[in-house]
């Protein structure tokens, strides 16, 4: 591999630069004459934070800015958080790979130790998920759920300063950041399924660029590849976002993959969940399958209320 210089475009947040300095230390180990440089982009996501998530809309809402400079040659190639990409991404770009997949799991932050079983309908969880809100509605309708928006020392600030009593957040941030102190409990996938592809870390490339596409090949995660390519599959067929109170979990030992998919209503008196097993050679068509039965089984009209909305 000749000498020149790879630029990974980022957002700017501390894990968006994590999740980037990861990346640059997988190809420069593997590639040590390439000098790799990291550029910081804002994306709209960043820029609006007093509006929800669920009323901004979801498409492109952390990834657009960072696309179009990858369109545009500014850089070579984009990292993001694969649960923040669309399964349909802009024409001319493609998933080059993904890093190992850290935790898929939701985390329970609450100030006083409580766990979430152990929480009232005087406590304020915070959330600024859809599909946290709409599980934990489902298994304790009582609880309070308000809105939050901001990264993680934002959030974590928040909760001290009084705005909520306790956070539901992605597992895999907290850790990465080193904030493992802060964590009440990893939620377990049967009360809180995770968002489709959580934990995983998105190389995204121009798909006519075979250069990058060959670094790219040497640092990526067959596993964790197959297991979030399905996932992304039943997230594509039942046509869920960000805000849409879509979820999956997924599996693989020995070559089997087990793949559960959840679909809810926002207030958590509807929700549908269903699970296949399939070899990982199957696991795209099974993963569409499960996507079409769990529309079949109600969740078509659970998604068509919530977009009408």
Same mark, same amino acid.
């Given at each position: 591999? =000749?000498?020149?210089?790879?630029?990974?475009?980022?957002?700017?947040? @501390?894990?968006?630069?994590?999740?980037?300095?990861?990346?640059?230390?997988?190809?420069?180990?593997?590639?040590p004459d390439l000098n790799v440089e990291t550029v910081v982009i804002k994306t709209k996501g960043d820029i609006i934070?007093? %509006? =929800?998530?669920?009323?901004? *809309?979801?498409?492109?809402?952390?990834?657009?800015?960072?696309?179009?400079?990858?369109?545009?040659?500014?850089?070579?190639?984009?990292?993001?958080?694969?649960?923040?990409? /669309?399964? &349909?991404? /802009?024409? *001319? #770009?493609?998933?080059?790979?993904?890093? /190992?997949?850290?935790?898929?799991?939701? %985390?329970?932050?609450?100030?006083?130790?409580?766990?979430?079983?152990?929480?009232?309908?005087?406590?304020?969880?915070?959330?600024?998920?859809?599909?946290?809100?709409?599980?934990?509605?489902?298994?304790? /309708?009582?609880?309070?759920?308000?809105?939050?928006?901001?990264?993680?020392?934002?959030?974590?600030?928040?909760?001290?300063?009084?705005?909520?009593?306790?956070?539901?957040?992605?597992?895999?941030?907290?850790?990465?950041? *080193?904030?493992?102190?802060?964590?009440?409990?990893?939620?377990? $996938?049967?009360?809180?399924? $995770?968002?489709?592809?959580?934990?995983?870390?998105?190389?995204?490339?121009r798909e006519d660029d075979e250069h990058i596409q060959r670094i790219i090949d040497a640092i990526s995660d067959e596993?964790?590849?197959?297991?979030?390519?399905? &996932?992304?599959? #039943?997230?594509?067929? #039942?046509?869920?976002?960000?805000?849409?109170?879509?979820?999956?979990?997924?599996?693989?030992?020995?070559?089997?993959?087990?793949?559960? *998919?959840?679909?809810?209503?926002?207030?958590?008196? @509807?929700?549908?969940?269903?699970?296949?097993?399939?070899?990982?050679?199957?696991? =795209?068509?099974?993963?569409?399958?499960?996507? &079409?039965?769990?529309?079949?089984?109600?969740?078509?009209?659970? #998604?068509?209320?919530?977009?009408?909305?």
């Open positions: 591999m =000749s000498n020149t210089t790879i630029k990974i475009g980022t957002r700017g947040s @501390k894990l968006a630069l994590w999740q980037a300095s990861q990346v640059k230390t997988a190809i420069s180990a593997a590639f934070l007093d %509006v =929800s998530l669920s009323k901004i *809309g979801d498409k492109g809402l952390f990834t657009k800015e960072i696309e179009t400079a990858l369109l545009n040659g500014e850089i070579d190639l984009a990292v993001h958080s694969l649960k923040d990409l /669309p399964t &349909e991404l /802009p024409e *001319g #770009l493609c998933l080059g790979g993904m890093l /190992p997949r850290g935790e898929v799991r939701d %985390v329970f932050i609450s100030k006083d130790g409580r766990k979430l079983n152990e929480m009232t309908a005087n406590d304020r969880i915070a959330t600024s998920s859809l599909r946290r809100k709409a599980q934990v509605l489902a298994y304790n /309708p009582k609880l309070n759920i308000v809105d939050i928006r901001g990264n993680v020392d934002t959030r974590l600030n928040k909760m001290n300063d009084g705005h909520c009593d306790a956070l539901l957040m992605a597992g895999a941030g907290i850790i990465r950041l *080193g904030y493992d102190k802060h964590i009440t409990e990893l939620l377990d $996938p049967a009360i809180v399924l $995770p968002a489709v592809s959580q934990g995983a870390v998105a190389i995204e490339i596993k964790t590849w197959n297991t979030t390519m399905a &996932e992304r599959w #039943l997230l594509r067929t #039942l046509e869920g976002g960000c805000q849409v109170p879509v979820a999956c979990y997924s599996e693989l030992k020995n070559d089997q993959l087990t793949l559960t *998919g959840l679909v809810a209503s926002v207030d958590g008196t @509807k929700l549908i969940r269903k699970q296949i097993s399939c070899s990982i050679e199957e696991a =795209s068509e099974k993963a569409i399958e499960l996507a &079409e039965a769990i529309l079949a089984d109600g969740g078509k009209e659970i #998604l068509d209320e919530i977009r009408t909305v």
